[in-house]
């Protein structure tokens, strides 16, 4: 299931820790498992639960407190709007709805084509640029009005399209 290129990189996380405090490498280890697979499945938590000798609910736990390790298979892009009580105040449930209204889908769904999961998130750290949305856990955008929403979603779907 997981690569042997994936477990040497497991032993590089836990090469950084203690001998007796191995387990402090679970979120790398989850997300070199999402790297590969696209998410976390219940059979890798249950492997890195092993490779690191962990109990697999220790992992699970990990796996769902964590918004950013995908449970399930999601699309080539993930949206992820801040719906924090902050947010909220200034326009983030407006802006999950308008990203609803335009993708076709409610939170929490993937696009028929694959091309984005909508999912909310708790706070990103940047209540006031709110609206904010992170896109596949890694890039944040911020002061999303409708318009710009509606530039991001077109701009990565055309580049997704290539």
Excluded: W
Excluded at 26 to 46: D, H, K, P, R, W
Excluded at 70 to 97: F, H, I, M, S
Excluded at 135 to 157: E, Y
């Amino acid at each position: 299931m997981i690569s042997e290129e994936s477990k040497a990189r497991f032993a590089q996380e836990v090469e950084k820790y203690p001998a007796d405090q191995k387990q402090s490498a679970v979120m790398a280890c989850l997300a070199i498992v999402q790297q590969e697979l696209g998410y976390v499945s219940t059979e890798s938590e249950a492997l890195v639960a092993d490779y690191l000798g962990m109990a697999p609910m220790a992992v699970h736990e990990v796996t769902t407190f964590y918004n950013m390790y995908n449970q399930k298979p999601v699309g080539k892009y993930k949206l992820n709007v801040c719906t924090n009580l902050p947010c909220q105040l200034r326009d983030g449930g407006r802006a999950l709805e308008h990203l609803e209204h335009k993708l076709g889908v409610h939170m929490g769904e993937t696009t028929p084509d694959g091309m984005f999961t909508l999912q909310q998130c708790e706070c990103l750290g940047a209540c006031a640029d709110s609206p904010v949305l992170l896109v596949n856990d890694q890039t944040m955008c911020s002061f999303m009005s409708n318009d710009k929403l509606d530039q991001l979603v077109d701009g990565l779907r055309a580049a997704g399209d290539k």
